[in-house]
């Protein structure tokens, strides 16, 4: 006889733990320094057009893939295509990009985690900038504390995962989602009082499509693929993260209607995060498009100008802010894990937690090894290190084709199908899917061809610049 499969208890966890997994380090590290980078409004307004034309279509197939098979990605296709085709194949796939991911994942979070314990001792108070800079070298050139802050991480991650689905995950999730909605209000409230913040906004919110039409820094082709990648990459869809949330709920509710609450939230904490960090930087004087060094090099300057404890308040909750959204992805992307060999092999997830447990923790020590004493493992002058390497292979290659073969399999009927996918996607109340030929158009053939676009300039501009 088969095992019940578990089951989320409520509404409000299913929208918290797929919010959580989309919320993460893309959201609140990434993207202020991508904005900052590639001009500010306007950059905002496309990504946005571009989460609403590609991100809501794929994460509406991973949800209806998930609830109609539910099964992890190890069988969900399996389990949906017809008799002779192969789409499971690419469940492989999937299951290796949730361990990739994770391989470099839990490295960067350990950061958050180690500069919100150096915020609440002070350490940071009467630094120079130049020290400032030399922590965070410090930080990723020591491989013992590296892997000491990951392993932590790794603890609190599978911690969730073992206590089970309702009394772990979800209890856990919600309470971080909430807790880091609270502290990212705060802290926005708080830097709208700061002199000088009123330039931040101006760059944020107000756009300059002029420059961008000239070709502003980087170029608009440059501009438009970067905002399409910001769009597409920060949900982490096409490697199952969002199908197996999917196949934890029931029918009561349209897919529709909560991949757009998913994708709001998502949204809000993004925007959000812009309207904490540029404020921040205009006050004080520092560049927005510092790049992936913002939050480790110049927003810890910003502190320390705020004096000893108003700074010291700031970092605290800035960095237990980021640390709950690197853990709720994390958290999210582990119980995903988990759930692969107890779908495929019958696990039961007491195994499951701690064998994943040992891989995670082995699979994903290179990668902190790579930043220090394996740094002279080297990928070539376009990828890099050994981080870099497992953020190539997961943000360029099996996210944008794992999300075609999520579209190509619900549109086509060689597929699972537009009628079947339609079907699952419009079961409960709620928003339904706008099931016309204009929409079915769009995505069998315009949405792959934008996908296929995004994949291959990636690899242009990877590989095709000096």
Request: glycine share 12%.
């Amino acid at each position: 006889m088969e095992e019940k499969r578990e089951t989320l208890g409520s509404r409000l966890g299913f929208l918290l733990l797929s919010a959580g997994c989309a919320i993460g380090l893309g959201n609140v590290w990434r993207f202020p320094y991508v904005v900052g980078r590639y001009g500010g409004a306007a950059f905002v307004l496309m990504y946005l057009v571009f989460l609403a034309i590609l991100g809501l279509p794929v994460m509406i197939c991973e949800f209806s893939v998930g609830r109609a098979s539910r099964k992890s990605m190890s069988a969900a296709f399996r389990t949906l295509e017809p008799e002779g085709t192969k789409w499971h194949f690419y469940g492989k796939f999937a299951v290796a990009g949730n361990y990739l991911l994770m391989m470099f994942y839990t490295v960067i979070s350990g950061w958050f985690l180690k500069y919100f314990f150096k915020m609440i001792r002070g350490q940071f108070s009467g630094m120079t900038p130049n020290e400032v800079g030399e922590t965070f070298a410090a930080t990723i050139a020591s491989p013992l504390p590296l892997i000491a802050w990951m392993f932590v991480v790794i603890v609190i991650g599978f911690t969730a995962c073992f206590l089970g689905l309702q009394k772990g995950v979800e209890r856990i999730t919600k309470f971080m989602m909430s807790a880091l909605f609270v502290i990212m209000i705060g802290l926005a409230i708080y830097v709208a009082f700061l002199p000088g913040s009123g330039a931040g906004y101006s760059f944020y919110l107000k756009p300059d499509f002029k420059n961008l039409a000239s070709g502003g820094e980087h170029g608009l082709w440059d501009t438009v693929y970067a905002a399409m990648g910001q769009a597409f990459f920060t949900l982490s869809l096409g490697i199952g993260s969002m199908e197996i949330f999917g196949s934890y709920i029931g029918k009561e509710y349209s897919l529709t209607g909560e991949a757009l609450r998913v994708i709001g939230l998502d949204t809000f904490v993004a925007i959000c995060s812009g309207m904490i960090i540029f404020p921040a930087c205009a006050a004080f004087g520092v560049q927005p498009s510092a790049g992936p060094g913002l939050a480790f090099v110049s927003l810890p300057n910003i502190f320390i100008a705020m004096g000893p404890v108003a700074g010291r308040i700031m970092g605290v909750f800035f960095f237990l802010f980021m640390s709950f959204a690197a853990l709720s992805t994390v958290i999210a992307v582990f119980e995903n894990i988990v759930a692969f060999p107890m779908d495929k092999l019958g696990w039961s997830r007491k195994r499951s937690v701690l064998v994943n447990f040992i891989a995670i923790l082995l699979l994903s020590t290179p990668a902190a090894l790579g930043m220090n004493v394996w740094s002279n493992v080297h990928f070539g002058s376009h990828i890099g290190s050994i981080d870099a390497l497992e953020d190539f292979l997961v943000s360029q290659n099996l996210l944008p084709l794992g999300s075609l073969v999520f579209l190509l399999f619900c549109t086509w009927k060689k597929g699972w199908g537009w009628d079947n996918f339609v079907a699952e996607a419009d079961i409960g109340s709620g928003a339904k899917f706008p099931n016309n030929k204009v929409v079915r158009f769009y995505l069998r053939y315009i949405a792959p061809l934008i996908i296929l676009i995004v994949f291959v300039a990636g690899y242009f501009d990877i590989f095709g610049k000096k």
